[in-house]
């Protein structure tokens, strides 16, 4: 099953550097040159594969970790100003 993240920029977004943690499983995302402007860092989500997604900024980047039930696949797509993590997809997007 195919869960989606989808993430809101002021403009079109960079693909981010992206990895994989066995464990715990995790996803990490990396965004050099953007500072988040969310109210607070983790959120809840209600995925099969996936439990909370916490989002950290300092440096001049920012850093995405979605904290996974189990390692799966994912991959990164834009959609106008939006990038979208498709969680348990074919494939990486490095």
């Known amino acids: 099953m195919k869960e989606l993240i989808r993430l809101k920029f002021d403009d079109v977004p960079a693909t981010p550097k992206g ?8 996803v990490v995302l990396d965004f050099p040159g953007v ?3 969310l109210a607070k860092k983790k959120f809840p989500v209600s995925f099969d594969v ?3 997604v916490v989002v950290l900024s300092s440096g001049g980047r920012t850093r995405m970790i979605v904290n996974l039930n189990k390692l799966v696949a994912y991959k990164t797509s834009t959609d ?3 990038l979208v993590v498709e969680m ?3 494939g990486n997007s490095d």
Do not use: C, F, V
């Open 19 to 26: 990895y994989t943690i066995e464990k715990p499983a995790r």
């Open 35 to 37: 500072e988040s402007g």
């Open 50 to 52: 996936a439990s909370s």
């Open 80 to 82: 106008g100003n939006d």
């Open 88 to 90: 348990g997809s074919a």
